[in-house]
């Protein structure tokens, strides 16, 4: 479903991401780990399209989608929950999941993936008024979740959701997580969390200063060598 | 009283001002400028076609926010991410461009667009009168003012412009193409001007040049009601037409802009961000 080769992204002159191959199939979690700085959110900006790499190919779904714009990429399926949520603070909750309908593909069904969208975060319903700027880390949270599954994505990443969370949000969230898996959207995730998220992953790729260290079924790893992809020698 | 009416007719001039700090974080120098522009429009189908002033914003409209959009379009995209500056020049040469053509073809007479109601007043009460064109341009401004509201807050367009104010990038990832939405916004502040543009010309006479002293106008307007905030943008014009004309009355016809000035600053000193302003 989403195949990277070689991607190389700078920064100015320095190199965030050197020669990254990944692949995701249709139905799997995919899991990113990293240490902070590892090169993690950059790989998911350049997938999204709000940076561009300097070499290297993404396709999605058959697609070269390396070269198209943000919006675009969405409305081909592909959905980023970003970094630090990112919701519209000034507009309201029901505003906010409207926006994420906004995709071309997605505005016909908006009734159906709100309902939808409700009956995974019961929370968000009782807050449809609320200025986004109100809400807790955790509603935030679900906000930026629900608004990305409005625009009724076949695949969706999740760039770091649980940070900033109490445990028992961030276990409720990843139960949405495989609740959205299960029907049949493939996800992408990265997390701080290592554990979690190589209990939860059909493939993990671990990435050390912009390379890929490590990649395969988490439940092959061992732990030396996760220790060893995840901080080097 | 008169001050609150005109206040209306200001609070429309300044609204596309604040438009485009709230949404894009620019400055339009050239907004007064697109202002007398439509003024100058109205009058050509006013002279060729006979047209109430009024009348003729069916065609001004359209033909100020097709500019107002290319404008953005072609013009301003090219430098966007590219921080305050150039899009500060660009305005800047467009309003010297604007007033010298202007200049040429109209030349400097004093021009205004012919309208009865600018000698007809009501009496209200028997207590004062009002010059019924200062109602009409507070029926302008609120109606703008209105609607602009109303399409902010009901339509997918709207909602688009005030989410690319709040986050950029995740507005990018909503599918929202930023290059249109600005164009659309600059097209949406463009009308403003034409409205007010036509309004002005009916209440004031006007010259090739009058769009600076209208940009000082909607920079007061703006920071005395706050940037990017639609109600305190009117709250500012009401403020501003008051305190102009009341300065007016009580010292003396000549301090008429000083007086507005003088509360300015002190909204300035007191609370930079404006009234209603965010930030």
Known sequence: MLQIKNLDVYYGGFQALSNIGLEAENGQIVSILGANGAGKSTLLKTIAGLLKARSGTIHFEEKKIDHLESHDIVNLGLALVPEGRKIFGSLTVLENLLMGSYAARARKSKRENLENVFQLFPHLKERTDQMGINLSGGEQQMLAIGRALMSQPRLIIFDEISLGLSPMVVKMLYETIRRINQERVTVMLVEQDVKRSLKTADMAYILQEGKVCLNGNPKHFTEEEVKQAYFGL | ?279
């Open chain 2, 1 to 279: 009283m008169n001050g609150i009416l005109l206040g209306g007719l200001y609070a429309v001039i300044g609204i596309g001002l604040s438009m485009i700090f709230g949404i894009m974080k620019q400055v339009n120098l050239a907004h007064g400028e697109l202002m007398i522009l439509s003024s100058y429009f109205s009058l050509v189908f006013i002279q060729l076609i006979g047209l109430h002033p009024l009348l003729t914003l069916f065609f001004v409209f359209p033909a100020m926010f097709i500019l107002g959009y290319l404008l953005q379009g072609f013009v301003f995209n090219r430098v966007l991410g590219k921080g305050m500056e150039p899009y500060l020049m660009i305005s800047f040469g467009l309003s010297i461009i604007l007033q010298n053509a202007l200049l040429l073809v109209f030349t400097p007479d004093a021009r205004s667009l012919k309208t009865g109601l600018i000698i007809q007043t009501l009496d209200v009460y028997g207590l004062f009168h009002v010059p019924v064109i200062y109602l009409v341009d507070f029926a302008g401004g609120v109606l703008t003012i209105g609607f602009l509201h109303l399409f902010m807050k009901r339509t997918y367009l709207g909602r688009a412009i005030r989410a690319s104010a709040d986050d950029l990038s995740a507005s990018k990832l909503m599918g929202i193409n930023i290059k249109k939405i600005y164009a659309l916004a600059t097209g949406i502040a463009a009308l403003t001007a034409a409205m007010s543009g036509v309004l002005v010309g009916m209440t004031f006479t006007f010259y090739p040049h009058s769009g600076t002293q209208y940009l000082i106008i909607a920079f007061g307007v703006v920071i005395i009601g706050g940037m990017g905030s639609l109600p305190g943008t009117f709250l500012g014009g009401l403020i501003l037409g008051i305190s102009q004309l009341v300065g007016a009355q009580l010292i003396g016809p000549g301090f008429q802009l000083l007086s507005g000035y003088l509360i300015l600053l002190i909204v300035l000193t007191i609370r930079p961000q404006g009234l209603l302003g965010r930030k």
